[in-house]
């Protein structure tokens, strides 16, 4: 039996549809989409602009609703939960790191990774600052704690990004274009370091990217064709080029 049957899904969507009205006229960016993951997956989900992709991601971050089917995280049917609910809920169980980080200028790095712990009353302020100085340490910054976004490198600030979704212990990641903003050196060590967190947590990693390079890295892989999700097979993938192959 294989690992994906003899677990329960953590997060899952049955036959998930989104259709929006745009001048008069419907469009559906995504079609009755089926989608799985257990603790400790890594999946990427690859497609052009335009091809439904950040709707589906926004739909697996509880961002949206879906206009049919369900989303389930933890066997729980979240689509049908009150907004405020629905807020807690994706603020336990969820981490994001964007392409941009929106990293707090006037704030030090450890405050910014800190932020999402400002709403978790259960935990003392003393409790607070040791999480996230433990997460600035897991992607290898807690000698730059006291320093602002500005005087970190872009490849740093995303480094604080991704301890910033840490932070709440979540149980799955969603990664949207994590390297899109960083040199092919800088990106291959987001990557190694996204890796090496999922092997160390068993967190769920979900990776949307147009890079079909960054894709061939994880378990499985999913594509978006005109709002259609297909499973990839790695076989398909094409080769690297030169620089990428060195830089991954």
């Excluded at 398909?236 to 991954?248: I, V």
Aim: charged content about 25%.
């Amino acid at each position: 039996m294989s690992r994906h049957t003899d677990i329960s899904p953590l997060l899952q969507l049955r036959q998930v549809a989104k259709r929006y009205q745009v001048g008069g006229q419907e469009i559906e960016p995504l079609k009755h989409a089926d989608f799985a993951i257990i603790p400790g997956d890594y999946v990427s989900i690859i497609g052009p602009s335009g091809s439904g992709k950040s709707t589906m991601l926004h739909i697996l971050g509880c961002l949206e609703r879906p206009s049919s089917g369900q989303v389930f995280i933890d066997g729980e049917d979240v689509s049908a939960l009150p907004d405020a609910a629905l807020s807690g809920f994706r603020s336990r169980t969820l981490g994001f790191v964007f392409q941009r980080w929106y990293l707090l200028e006037r704030m030090t790095a450890v405050r910014n990774v800190e932020l999402p712990l400002d709403y978790s009353p259960s935990l003392s302020r003393t409790e607070r600052r040791v999480r996230a100085l433990e997460c600035l340490r897991l992607v290898g910054l807690d000698d730059r704690a006291e320093h602002r976004p500005s005087q970190l490198s872009g490849g740093q600030q995303q480094r604080v990004a991704i301890a910033r979704a840490l932070v709440n212990q979540p149980k799955i990641l969603l990664l949207d274009e994590p390297t899109g903003n960083l040199d092919p050196v800088t990106g291959a060590e987001i990557i190694e370091l996204i890796d090496h967190l999922r092997r160390e947590s068993n967190v769920a990693v979900v990776l949307v990217t147009h890079d079909m390079q960054l894709a061939q890295r994880t378990d499985r892989c999913f594509q978006l064709i005109d709002g259609r999700l297909e499973r990839k097979a790695k076989d398909t993938f094409p080769p690297a080029t030169t620089e990428r192959a060195a830089s991954l």
